[in-house]
C-alpha cells in the first residue's frame, strides 16, 4: 500500500504560481508512475499530468502545458507539480495518484491523496 498526501494549495492572483507536492508513505514512490488529475464540483475529473518511475518521461494535458511541470524527487518520496501563469479557471482540488502503469485515465490508478484546494482569483 501506498499512502499519498499532497500539500501546496492555497488561494493565488491569477498570473502567479504554485507548487505542490506529493508525498508517499508505506512503499517507496520509484516503482510507480505517478499522475497529477484535479476536479472541481461541476465537472469530472481531469487529467493534468503524469511522470514515468524514473522522472525520464511525462506527460501534460493541452490545457497545462507550457504552463504546469511535473517532476519527482525518488530519494524523498516526493513528486511536485509547478504551475505558472495560473489562470481561474485553474481553480478545483488538485490531486495525486500512483499506479505501476499509471497513464491519463483516473480508473488506471489504484492510490489517491486526498486532494488540496488551489483557488485562482482574477
Known amino acids: 500500500q501506498v499512502q499519498l498526501v499532497e500539500f501546496g494549495g492555497g488561494l493565488v492572483q491569477a498570473g502567479g504560481s504554485l507548487r505542490l507536492s506529493c508525498v508517499a508513505s508505506?512503499?517507496?514512490?520509484?516503482?510507480?508512475?505517478v499522475g497529477w488529475f484535479r476536479q472541481d464540483p461541476q465537472k469530472d475529473r481531469e487529467f493534468i499530468a503524469a511522470?514515468?518511475?524514473?522522472?525520464?518521461?511525462?506527460s501534460y494535458a493541452d490545457s497545462v502545458k507550457g504552463r504546469f511541470t511535473i517532476s519527482r524527487d525518488n530519494t524523498k518520496n516526493t513528486a511536485y507539480l509547478q504551475m505558472n501563469s495560473l489562470k481561474p479557471e485553474d481553480t478545483a482540488a488538485y490531486y495525486c495518484?500512483?499506479?505501476?502503469?499509471?497513464?491519463?485515465?483516473?480508473?488506471?490508478?489504484?492510490?489517491w491523496g486526498q486532494g488540496t484546494l488551489v483557488t485562482v482569483s482574477s
Open positions: 495518484a500512483a499506479d505501476a502503469t499509471g497513464g491519463s485515465y483516473s480508473n488506471k490508478y489504484d492510490y
Open positions: 508505506g512503499r517507496t514512490l520509484v516503482s510507480y508512475v
Open positions: 511522470i514515468n518511475s524514473s522522472g525520464g518521461t511525462t
